[in-house]
């Protein structure tokens, strides 16, 4: 192995966990924001109103993702990554590009259920308003999954080429 790539290898592979981090930085702080305001206007919403379910499903779907987030920052080393080779720096980086492009599909099918629960709710006389707030939430976090997860591959896939210069 070449001393440039000893030198390099070490630097990409901290940077790249650094990324997930704040990737996970960000996710956690969107599922507290959503944890704090949904939970603060449940409260002043009238009972069984598409509104408190919309903010009722916002709190479930957001204490996930703070376990989600919490889960991805405590498996992120950045200063446990240096000895890592290249062949594992490529698995290690294309083994988060496979599962960010797996969470946008199934971000896209939870966009697409929320639009069957709130075309389900027209046709529906028990319980339409659940269905209603519930669609709308999947909307929003679906459409905000959606986003972070294409966003979060594109920046991430730069260590991508960085990792491949070297095989070069």
Known sequence: MTTFLLDVLPAINQAREL???????????WALLNLLVSGYLVNGSEPRT????????????????VALAVWG??????????????????V?????????LFNAGLDVAYV??????????????????????????????GGFLLLFDVAFYFVYHTQAARLLALVQ
């Open 112 to 141: 697409c259920v929320g639009s069957w629960l709130r075309a389900r709710a027209a046709t529906t006389p028990r319980l339409p308003q659940r269905l209603l707030g519930f669609g709308r939430s999947l909307w929003l976090q």
């Open 73 to 90: 920052m405590l498996q992120a080393h950045p200063n446990q990554v240096a000895d890592l080779t290249l062949p594992d720096s490529l």
């Open 50 to 65: 598409e509104t408190a379910y919309f903010h009722q499903m916002n709190l479930g779907w957001n204490l996930v993702n």
């Open 19 to 29: 990324l997930a981090e704040r990737g996970m930085a960000v996710l956690g702080t």
């Open 92 to 100: 290690a980086q294309f083994n988060v590009e496979k599962m960010l």
